[in-house]
């Protein structure tokens, strides 16, 4: 199994100087294609910081990191939004849907920002959205929906070009635990199928649902269930 994503001795400092927060310190990290991880933290331990490094919606003070063996730590804004359209899909817990838009149209405005031609992106719109199991609300807008309807919306807008990463930021955060089951299930099942998931949370019970569960506290990895097979 090759590794999708390396991090070498990474550290992020915000102030830099006499009030400076580390909120990452020295961390390394190999997860490798196909694997189901959970990165677990409360508010303030560096999870959501690692998350946007991960993601490329950041760039490190210091270290490296290498997304299928393409160093991406120094790289432009432009440069790194090019690596997130190509290798990876987001999940919020916040949906962030467009409230005017249908479902079928929030899946679609991403893949208008590729250059995405209309009928392909009609077909990987309605296609996602099948595999979510709403092929049947299309047309339908968020405040038609339940939470977790939405969630689902936004899964398939994350997957519709099939890319190769799910990174899922406390993706069941806002939902009941019918829902959440229901979201967690369509995250075995994208792993199943050959993606590599990544969850960001701070449930114990969400987090022990993945493969490989990474624990961090002050900016530092204290625990990796599984240095990966």
Excluded: W
Excluded at 139 to 150: C, I, Y
Excluded at 190 to 207: C, S
Aim: with cysteine.
């Amino acid at each position: 199994m090759s590794a999708l994503v390396e991090i070498h001795d990474m550290c992020k400092i915000y102030n830099p100087g006499e009030n400076e927060v580390k909120a990452l310190d020295h961390i390394s990290l190999t997860i490798h294609e196909n694997e189901f991880v959970a990165i677990i933290g409360q508010s303030g331990s560096g999870k959501s910081t690692l998350m946007n490094m991960l993601g490329c919606l950041d760039v490190p003070t210091s270290g490296s990191y290498y997304l299928h063996d393409q160093d991406v730590s120094n790289m432009s804004d432009n440069e790194l939004s090019d690596v997130r359209n190509k290798e990876i899909g987001f999940i919020f817990q916040g949906f962030n849907l467009i409230a005017g838009l249908t479902a079928l149209e929030n899946v679609e405005l991403p893949l208008i920002y590729r250059g995405v031609g209309k009928r392909e992106r009609l077909r990987l719109a309605d296609t996602a959205l099948e595999k979510v199991g709403l092929g049947k609300r299309k047309t339908h807008k968020p405040s038609e929906m339940s939470g977790g309807q939405q969630q689902r919306v936004a899964i398939a807008r994350a997957i519709a070009q099939a890319p190769p990463i799910i990174l899922a930021d406390e993706p069941t955060g806002n939902l009941d635990s019918a829902s959440s089951r229901e979201i967690m299930g369509i995250l075995q099942t994208l792993h199943e199928e050959g993606r590599t998931v990544i969850l960001i949370t701070h449930d114990n019970e969400i987090a022990a649902q993945a493969r490989r569960i990474i624990k961090i506290i002050d900016g530092k990895i204290v625990q990796d269930s599984q240095e990966c097979c």
